[in-house]
C-alpha cells in the first residue's frame, strides 16, 4: 500500500493524531537535506515530510520559504536533482514522503516523466499550490499510473459545497489551511463535510496552538517551522528540530 | 470538450484555493452586470464623458510618407491619465462597486495602470492599494508621485527583479489575505479566468471604435504587446475579419511569446520566459510596461491558430522611434507604444497597405528614462 496512505489510516485506526513537516528540497544544500532527512525519520519525529520544490516565484509562500526557495535554486536545486537525491536513500527511509511542488516545474520538466522518477523516489502523494481542483485532471492520469496519491487543499475562503468535493476527490486526506484563529467550531465543520480525515496546513504552531486544533482534526502539518529553525541556528539546528518536533508531538499526542 | 476559462490549450485557473471561490464570485458578478443596463449606462457614460472617449484615429502624414503605406495611429494617449489602461480600471472599480467592494488593489510596472486605478477609485470612492516594483519606481517617479496624489497607498515590492512580475506576484497574495472583501483589479489580458476575458471585454472598445473611424477597411493591426490588453482591444472586434493581419510587437528582452515556451505562471497556461526546468527568467526592457516574463493566454492561443502573429523589436528601435514621433509628429509616445511604431518604421510596406498602431499611452512617464538614454 502507498506510504502515505498506510500511515494516514494507522494513525486513524490507533485514533492517533498525526504530524507531518515541510522541508525545502536541497535545502539548505544536497547533503545536509539528505541527512536532516535521515535524522527526522531515524529519529521518528513526524509522520510524514511534505519535501518543496523551489520555484522562482513562490506566490503561495511567506518570507521564510520564500528565502530558502531562492537559495535552494541558487544552488541549482531542480525537481529532477530533488527526486534523485531522494532516490539514492530510498532504501534507507521509511518516513512517507509528500512530493509539493508548484505546477510549472511539474509541467515543464514533463509531468509522466517527472511521477515516474517521484515514485521510483519514494514518493506517495503529490500536492501543488496551484492547481486547484478545476485544474488537478492535468495530473491525474499520471499520477494514477504511478500510484501516487494526489491531495488538494481547502480553506476558510472555501464553501460548504465545495469542501465536500474536493474532500471526495483528495487522495488520503484533506489540506485544510487554517490558522490559529479559526475556530474549532469551523473545524468541526469541515471535519463533519470532509469525506477523508482532515490536517491543517500551516506555517507554524506554538505546541500549545498545535494541541488545540490537533484536538479538532485528524492532525497538523507545519509549513515553515523547520526551515526557521534550519535557517536561524548557526550549527546544531539538529538538537533544534529534536526539541521543537517532541515538544509538538507531545502536545498532539497526548490528546 | 470547451474547458470554462480556456482558449484552446490555453488559459485556465492556476491558483491557489484560497483565491477559488473569489474567482467563481467574480466571474457570476462580471457575467451578470456586464449585461445590466445599469453598469453598461454608467460604463459608457463614464467612458464618454469622464475618460474623454472616442478617442481619435488620426492618420499620420509623416509615417504615411516614410513607410510609403497609409498609417493611422489609434490615440490612447489622448484618454484621460494618457493611456488605454484607463478602460479597464473604469470598467472593474464600476464593477467593484457595485458589488459592495470598498477597497482595490493592483499591480503596476509602467506606473499608467496603478495611476488609472488610483484615478477610478478616488471617483469612485475606494480604498486603492497599487503594488510596484522598485526598479519601476525609479524609473516611473512622475507616476508614483500621480498615484499618491490620486489619494492612493504606493507599496513597494524588492523580491526579484523588482519589476512587475514581482508586483503581481505580491498582489496575488494580498489579495489572498482577503479575497472577500478585496477586488483585484488587474490590468492586462493576463491571470487566471475570468481576467483575461473581462480586461478583453473593457479593453474591447478600442478596436470597435477604430472600426467606425478608417475609411476603409485595415490590412494591418499593430500593438505593442506587455500582458497583451492594448493589443486584445484593438485585435478582438476585427478577429472575424480574416483578411485583416494582426500582429504583436514585444520588447526583445522580455518577448515571451515570440521567444518563449508554454507553462502556467500566474493563474494560466500560456507562453513564458522560462528556463529548461520551469523557472520564470527575468526580463529586461527598457519600457516597463512590456517588462513581464508571461503574456495573456489568449494571445497564446492566437499564436497557436496562426490569426496573429508575434515578433519583438530591441529598446533601440523603440527609443528611435520615440524620438522621431515627438520630432516629426508632436506626439510624444511611451516607451511601450514605440516598440509598436518602431516595427512599423523598419518594415517595408505597399502602397495599398492600411496600418492601424495603437498608440497605447503617452510618453511624459519616460522623460528620465530617455534623457538616461541619450535621446535628449
Ligand atoms: C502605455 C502602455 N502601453 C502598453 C502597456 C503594456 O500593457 P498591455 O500589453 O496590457 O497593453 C502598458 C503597461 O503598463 C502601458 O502603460
Redesign the interface.
Given at each position: 500500500m502507498n506510504r502515505v496512505e498506510k500511515r494516514i489510516n494507522e494513525l486513524k485506526k490507533k485514533k492517533e493524531k498525526g504530524l507531518g513537516f515541510f522541508l525545502m528540497g536541497n535545502w539548505p544544500d544536497k547533503d545536509t537535506f539528505i541527512e536532516i532527512l535521515r535524522f527526522i525519520d531515524s529519529k521518528n519525529l513526524a509522520d510524514f515530510l511534505q519535501i518543496g520544490v523551489p520555484?522562482?516565484?513562490p506566490?503561495?509562500d511567506g518570507p521564510i520559504i520564500?528565502k530558502a526557495s531562492a537559495q535552494a535554486?541558487y544552488k541549482g536545486a531542480?525537481?529532477?536533482k530533488i527526486l534523485k537525491n531522494l532516490l539514492s536513500v530510498r532504501e534507507e527511509i521509511s518516513i512517507p514522503l509528500i512530493l509539493k511542488t508548484y505546477?510549472?516545474?511539474?509541467?515543464?520538466?514533463g509531468i509522466g516523466e517527472m511521477l515516474s522518477l517521484a515514485k521510483e523516489s519514494g514518493i506517495s502523494a503529490i500536492i501543488i499550490?496551484?492547481?486547484?481542483?478545476?485544474?488537478i485532471s492535468l495530473v491525474e492520469e499520471q499520477a494514477r499510473k504511478n500510484k501516487i496519491g494526489v491531495l488538494?487543499?481547502?480553506?476558510p475562503?472555501?464553501?460548504e459545497k465545495?469542501l465536500v468535493k474536493?474532500s471526495s476527490k483528495t487522495s488520503f486526506f484533506l489540506s485544510y489551511?487554517a490558522s490559529h484563529e479559526t475556530s474549532s467550531l469551523e473545524f468541526e465543520k469541515v471535519l463533519a463535510l470532509s469525506e477523508k480525515p482532515v490536517y491543517s496546513d500551516f506555517g507554524k504552531l506554538s505546541p500549545e496552538q498545535a494541541g488545540a486544533i490537533a484536538h479538532s482534526l485528524d492532525g497538523i502539518i507545519m509549513g515553515w517551522a523547520l526551515t526557521e529553525i534550519i535557517d536561524d541556528s548557526e550549527k546544531n539546528f539538529f538538537k533544534e528540530i529534536e526539541k521543537f518536533a517532541i515538544s509538538i508531538r507531545k502536545e498532539i499526542k497526548e490528546i | 470538450m470547451v474547458r470554462?476559462g480556456y482558449f484552446g490549450g490555453f488559459g485556465?485557473?492556476?491558483?491557489?484555493?484560497?483565491?477559488?471561490?473569489?474567482l467563481v464570485i467574480l466571474e457570476k458578478n462580471f457575467s451578470s452586470l456586464i449585461k445590466s443596463p445599469g453598469f453598461k449606462e454608467e460604463f459608457q457614460r463614464l467612458l464618454a464623458d469622464y475618460a474623454g472617449r472616442p478617442t481619435p484615429l488620426y492618420y499620420s502624414e509623416k509615417l504615411s510618407k516614410l513607410t510609403k503605406a497609409e498609417v493611422f495611429l489609434k490615440r490612447e494617449d489622448l484618454s484621460h491619465t494618457g493611456s488605454h489602461k484607463i478602460n479597464n480600471a473604469l470598467g472593474q472599480a464600476l464593477m467593484a462597486k457595485m458589488t459592495g467592494k470598498r477597497k482595490i488593489i493592483a499591480e503596476t510596472g509602467a506606473g499608467q495602470h496603478g495611476v488609472a486605478s488610483a484615478t477610478a477609485a478616488a471617483l469612485l470612492d475606494l480604498e486603492c492599494s497599487v503594488f510596484m516594483g522598485r526598479e519601476d519606481m525609479r524609473r516611473q517617479v512622475e507616476n508614483v508621485v500621480r498615484m499618491k496624489m490620486l489619494g492612493a497607498e504606493v507599496l513597494p515590492v524588492d523580491?526579484?527583479d523588482a519589476t512587475l512580475?514581482?508586483a503581481v506576484?505580491a498582489a496575488?497574495?494580498k489579495w489572498?489575505e482577503d479575497?472577500?472583501n478585496i477586488w483585484y483589479l488587474l490590468g492586462s489580458c493576463v491571470g487566471p479566468h475570468p481576467y483575461p476575458e473581462m480586461v478583453r471585454e473593457f479593453q474591447s472598445v478600442i478596436g470597435r471604435e477604430v472600426k467606425k473611424q478608417v475609411p476603409a477597411k485595415p490590412t494591418h493591426l499593430v500593438a505593442c504587446i506587455g500582458g497583451g490588453s492594448n493589443s486584445m482591444g484593438l485585435f478582438y472586434p476585427f478577429i472575424e475579419d480574416r483578411e485583416v493581419k494582426m500582429i504583436g510587437v514585444e520588447a526583445t528582452g522580455s518577448a515571451s511569446i515570440s521567444r518563449g515556451?508554454p507553462?502556467?505562471?500566474?493563474?494560466a497556461?500560456t507562453y513564458?520566459l522560462?528556463d529548461?526546468?520551469?523557472?520564470?527568467s527575468p526580463t529586461y526592457s527598457v519600457a516597463p510596461g512590456l517588462d513581464y516574463s508571461g503574456i495573456g493566454p489568449v494571445h497564446s492561443f492566437l499564436k497557436s491558430t496562426g490569426r496573429a502573429i508575434y515578433l519583438n523589436v530591441g529598446d533601440s528601435s523603440a527609443l528611435k522611434a520615440f524620438s522621431w514621433l515627438a520630432k516629426n509628429e508632436g506626439i510624444i509616445p511611451a516607451l511601450e507604444s514605440s516598440h509598436a511604431i518602431g516595427w512599423v518604421m523598419e518594415n517595408s510596406w505597399k502602397s495599398s497597405d492600411r496600418i492601424v498602431i495603437c498608440l497605447s499611452g503617452r510618453g511624459e512617464k519616460d522623460m528620465e528614462t530617455v534623457t538616461e538614454r541619450g535621446q535628449v
Open positions: 520555484f522562482s516565484d506566490v503561495a520564500r535554486l531542480t525537481l529532477e505546477a510549472n516545474p511539474l509541467y515543464v520538466s499550490p496551484d492547481m486547484p481542483l478545476e485544474e488538494l487543499f481547502a480553506g475562503t472555501t464553501s465545495r474536493i489551511t | 470554462k485556465g485557473q492556476f491558483v491557489p484555493e484560497t483565491l477559488m471561490e473569489a523580491e526579484g512580475k514581482e506576484n496575488l497574495r489572498s479575497p472577500e515556451q507553462g502556467i505562471f500566474h493563474g497556461k513564458l522560462q529548461k526546468v520551469g523557472q520564470i
